[in-house]
């Protein structure tokens, strides 16, 4: 499938199965995060792999948007080591991290391995639920694994505004 398709038939996963995402799959979903580009190369990533019965209930008491998926990445930087732009009033480590969370997204579409990024939960909820260190954000939880059987994209996928209504040549 060419890279145009993939994006295409990628969909937010809203219910999963309770087949397991294989070891290999996972590990290529992680590799690919780990060689996602960052500000200066600085690779302030840090993943979190929720599989155990007691992570993920944790990841349920902080969201109700798991959907029964078998393992969910907790995607966060470490903001002391991130690169502190001209100004020094932001830094790049929302911006590295979501680089990174795509590219694990978009390499489990490659896998046929079903997502979901998570965005409603309370960061610092999740921050304290899993006792990281102090200088680790987080900013999104992914939900892995396999789409139910009959599972399709929300109506509104393939909805998308012309090209005109959301780029600008300037």
């Not at 994006?7 to 937010?12: A, D, M």
């Not at 996963?13 to 290999?24: P, T």
């Not at 990841?59 to 020094?88: H, N, W």
């Amino acid at each position: 499938m060419d890279f145009i398709e993939l994006v295409k038939s990628r969909y937010s996963c809203k219910n999963f199965s309770e087949k397991e995402v294989e070891k290999e799959k996972l590990d290529l979903i992680l590799e690919a995060g780990r060689l996602a580009p960052t500000a200066k190369n600085m690779q302030i990533q840090r993943i979190y792999v929720a599989k155990s019965d007691a992570a993920l209930r944790k990841i349920d008491e902080l969201t109700p948007c798991r959907y029964k998926a078998p393992l969910v990445l907790l995607v966060a930087f470490d903001e002391s080591e991130a690169f502190v732009y001209p100004g020094e009033k932001y830094n790049s480590g929302v911006e590295d991290a979501t680089i990174v969370a795509s590219h694990m997204v978009l390499a489990a579409a490659s896998q046929g391995v079903d997502s979901c990024w998570v965005n409603f939960f309370d960061p610092d909820k999740a921050h304290e639920k899993f006792s990281l260190p102090k200088n680790e954000k987080i900013i999104a939880m992914i939900d892995l694994g396999y789409k139910n059987e009959g599972v399709k994209p929300l109506e509104n996928h393939n909805k998308r505004k012309n090209i005109e209504e959301t780029v600008r040549f300037i």
